[in-house]
């Protein structure tokens, strides 16, 4: 992963946790009420991918057993991992692109409301991605992926040549030759594998993603209801489809690019099917970016302008991130697809220990509290959520007195301990076992293994509850907490 250059060690900063007193008191564990949505508390754990879904998408004994460990800290809400809203074959990531997938949902829904004595509200966040490719080797790639056109002979000289002299010609230039006779994409596909852009209005099922993806979502998110959950996440954040709809980067010439309110028209389209394919009481929220960090991407005055339409038209929660871009991932390895959370914008998504001036924690505050002051202007009482880097009592209680957010996400401090918010509030956060921002679990992630913290995964091994990945070396699930009764 990218590191500032700077590489400036931080360790967590928790500061002084609170009495059990105190805690009661706190902003963070006072019940919210926002229209339809109901926290018992002002915590939260965003989304995060576990890598332990099956081949076909489908919900296993690990992914509930991952979210039951979660409900067991009792936060106010848990956000269940990216779920395609499409059923193609995606590796082992959750769907529900298919009414197949409720059973298996509707049992994370059952296993989150027993663990949590009901306290924990959830939601599925549902994600649409467009298609990525491998990086391939050199060879196979001239010989078999890249199109040999017209342009591609004019560059080379090469109008009379057979396909075949072409590709073995081809095979045989220096990097420099090559940038200069290959598209940008056809170089891109080269040297990172081929992605697929929504500004590519020439393949039809891309032209087409203002007439399909409302249907895709709200069939989604109406599956997500008979499951149980109570409300959807549309993810607008990061490298996908909907994100990549609100970029900057998006120049469609078909009404849905360029000006920032054309940008804007398909996540508005999506929310109003979602919400009228769904009862009055669901939740629909989304989650996007306070700024893409990447050059030429949309910034914080793009993510007021958002926060304001989208509060407007009628999203119960506003959850912001930040980066997590393709526009500027590290080129991956032979036969690996490129990451969106290895370039600078990745960094600014999962910030880690290693850093700037600045540091890791709380890298999206002052931003997400813009947003949230653009939405307030307008009038909307919208919760917006924040994330990055928050791992303190402190920290999280300055966050909502200040009027920087609403709400208050751990994503890897939860990972690192699920039991944080039962610990604080019980006045046991000296118990905690905090996040060290190493980006272990990232990395795992990166590699498509089972997610797992390295705070955790090799303690008692042995013992009989301690189930283990794959491949045998860690246990899937951080241990019980045993409550010191003194
Ligand atoms: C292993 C892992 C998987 C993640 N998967 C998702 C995801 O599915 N959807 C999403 O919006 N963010 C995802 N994230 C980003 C987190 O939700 C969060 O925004 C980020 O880690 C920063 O918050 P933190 O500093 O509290 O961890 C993931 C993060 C990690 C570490
Ligand atoms: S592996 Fe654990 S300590 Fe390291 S960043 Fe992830 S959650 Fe935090």
Redesign the pocket.
Known sequence: MWKPAEKILYEPRPGRWPSADEAARARLFQPLTAGRLHLSSRTWV????PWRATEQGDATGEVIAWYRRFAEGRPGAIVL??TGVRDIPSGPLLRIGDDRFIPGLARIVDAVRAASGGETRLFI?LIDFLAIRRRPDPETFFQRYLQVTDRLRAALGAEHWSEARVREHLSTLPEDSLARVLSARELEALRFGYRERVTDLDRPHIAELPRSLPGLFAAAAQRAERAGFDGVEL?C??AYTLASFLSATNTRSDGYGGPREARLRLPLEVTAAVRAATGKDFVVGC?YLADECIAGGSGVDDACAFGVAFARAGMDFLSL?RGGKFDDAKQPAVGWAAYPYTGRSGYE??PARHSDAFGPFGRNVEATARVRAAVRAAGCTTPIVV????HGFEQAEALLRDDKADII?????SLADPDWFEKVRSGHGDAVRLCRYTNY??GL?QKHKQ?TCELWDRESLDAPEAARTSDGKRRLLAPRWVRDVH
């Not at 994330?387 to 928050?390: E, Q, T």
């Not at 996400?409 to 401090?413: I, L, M, S, T, Y």
């Open positions: 965003p989304a995060m991918v991992e990216a966040q993810h954040a990061h989650r991130s998504c999962m994330a990055g880097g928050i996400g751990f994503a890897r401090q679990c990232e992630d997610v």
